[in-house]
């Protein structure tokens, strides 16, 4: 495999910062303070334990884990939302105490027990470990979060390094805060971000010139790909028509078998193993599945609309929650690195964005078939949280975080040429942006906490 001196480069410098953030979040964060974190433990311990599908009773949806982690899940639950308060290491040193031993309990976990097993394979692997060694369950938890973190570094390395157009970007993505926080912690979203940038990097290689063909093979497994990402977020379907977009017109016919075999493995994952289980959430409030699914059907231009009122009120918000608002969400980089952050994303797909590019026709149509694919799963991406966590009729949609826009935004790099990068300041402005980045990163970290 050809690799570019510039995406070698850009790798070898992105590796040694990714180890360092990854390192400091891990341990700068209490635990359980990333979103969802003590519910996305949950899941990978049944992952751990064999449990690839969740089970349904009691009235509850979720599994059954060692009652010993109980506990555990709420003693900094004090924190959140609370700026003013700080851990204490005497209650960390407290949570050591818990062992693996003793019985199991029926705890339910809705909102993670749908998503499948993949992404939580590497924590899995450490709480396993951890239950051989019969090490303290927080150490098992600060093992697990190392390892997801680690597995997402080394993802992002391999994508930045065999990338043949948006290193930069790339690099940019994978070492945003807001990544970042969620790679060192137990969220499923941070494999997610890694295995689409990947993604995306493996698709930056194909040419469209007439003699450049990709074996079957190769369309085959970028479906699996896509597939199993999308048993973690079904949004991931739409993402599998991108392989179609680029590929050449002597390709196209195989690379159908990209989003036919994703689509099979999304819906039979959602068909088979999410319906059997899955709780209706928040129906107090007038959530229902099935009823904003029909009212959004009976009023086709309700959905549009709810999507711009939502870019409306809460845009500013997706923007911050996209570089970086931390913990559970209530510890956000300083405004300054927001605009930075933001310049330099722009900055970095100006040369597939700057106009007169692409006016051959061909290269048009590619363009616009491209965005309209990405905007489809930006789409996909509100109309899952319309559905399952907004009240019927709501005029804007409720749930949506800037961060679930990250592995979406990954497949911009094809939006640039293809070749090679140039410049003698390719090197110094991405080490500049990681210095600042980790620099923001901890101390961010450090005075919430601690």
Request: net charge positive; hydrophobic share 55%.
């Amino acid at each position: 495999m050809v690799i570019k001196p510039s995406s070698r480069r850009l790798a070898t410098i992105f590796l040694p910062f990714a180890i360092l953030l990854i390192v400091s979040g891990s341990f700068l964060s209490p635990p359980f303070q990333v979103l969802d974190e003590a519910s996305h433990f949950l899941r990978a311990i049944q992952v751990a334990q064999g449990g690839l599908i969740g089970i349904k009773t009691q009235g509850q949806s979720g599994g059954y884990v060692p009652a010993n982690v109980l506990p555990l899940l709420h003693r900094f639950d004090t924190l959140r939302f609370h700026t003013d308060r700080k851990a204490s290491p005497a209650v960390i040193a407290d949570m050591r105490k818990s062992t693996w031993t003793g019985p199991r309990a029926l705890i339910g976990f809705p909102n993670t027990v749908t998503y499948g097993p993949f992404c939580y394979l590497p924590q899995a692997a450490a709480i396993r470990l951890g239950q051989i060694l019969r090490l303290p369950i927080l150490d098992t938890f600060y093992i697990a979060r190392l390892m997801n973190g680690m597995v997402f570094a080394l993802l992002c390395t391999a994508a930045i390094a065999i990338a043949m157009r948006g290193t930069a970007f790339l690099l940019l993505i994978c070492s945003l805060p807001m990544s970042i926080d969620l790679a060192a912690s137990l969220s499923q979203d941070g494999p997610l971000i890694a295995a689409n940038a990947l993604l995306a990097a493996l698709l930056s290689r194909y040419e469209t010139r007439s003699d450049f063909r990709w074996p079957r093979m190769a369309w085959i497994g970028f479906g699996l790909a896509f597939g199993i990402l999308g048993t973690a977020k079904p949004p991931e379907l739409v993402l599998s028509l991108l392989p179609c977009a680029i590929a050449s017109r002597a390709d196209r016919p195989v690379a159908v078998l990209c989003p036919v075999i994703a689509a099979i493995l999304t819906l039979g994952w959602l068909i088979f193993c999410v319906a059997p289980i899955k709780l209706q959430f928040l129906p107090e409030l007038g959530v229902s599945d099935r009823g904003q699914f029909l009212y959004l059907l009976h009023h086709p231009t309700a959905f549009p609309s709810q999507i711009a009122r939502s870019l409306v009120v809460y845009g500013n918000g997706y923007l911050h929650q996209f570089i970086g608002v931390l913990a559970w969400m209530d510890t956000p980089v300083p405004a300054w690195f927001v605009e930075i952050g933001s310049a330099a994303l722009l900055c970095a797909l100006w040369p597939g964005l700057r106009p007169g590019l692409s006016l051959n026709v061909p290269g048009i149509v590619r363009g616009s078939i491209l965005a309209s694919i990405m905007l489809l799963a930006a789409a996909a991406i509100f109309l899952s949280l319309d559905v399952i966590w907004t009240p019927v009729g709501a005029s804007v949609i409720h749930g949506v975080h800037g961060r679930y826009f990250l592995p979406v935004a990954c497949f911009s790099i094809l939006f640039l040429p293809f070749g090679k990068a140039r410049g003698p300041i390719i090197p110094i402005l991405p080490t500049a942006w990681l210095c600042v980045a980790t620099a923001v990163f901890i101390h961010t970290l450090a005075a919430r906490f601690w």
